[in-house]
């Protein structure tokens, strides 16, 4: 899985759950999202796993590995957004 795979099935994620979210006013996060789901990769077996891979675009481990990856080495920009909230 490359880079690229993993940025073309977020945008996949986002436009589906940007639907499912509706027009009117919300905060959400595709990416947060996205994350969460693929970190739950490792806990799922069988048809869940199956269902998840569907779900995230990418094969469930590989998305938790590269979720993973992201989390560990955050863009300096995640701590300012993160201090915001805060």
Excluded at 8 to 18: G, N
Excluded at 43 to 63: H, S
Aim: aromatic share 6%; charged share 15%.
């Amino acid at each position: 899985m490359t880079t690229t795979d993993v940025v073309a099935a977020l945008a996949r994620y986002a436009r589906s759950f940007h639907q499912v979210a509706g027009d009117g006013h919300h905060v959400a996060s595709p990416l947060g999202a996205w994350l969460l789901l693929a970190l739950a990769g490792p806990a799922c077996a069988g048809e869940d796993l199956r269902q998840l891979t569907r779900i995230l675009g990418v094969d469930g481990d590989a998305a938790a590995g590269f979720a993973a990856e992201l989390l560990a080495h955050p863009h300096p920009v995640v701590h300012a957004g993160a201090a915001v909230w805060g």
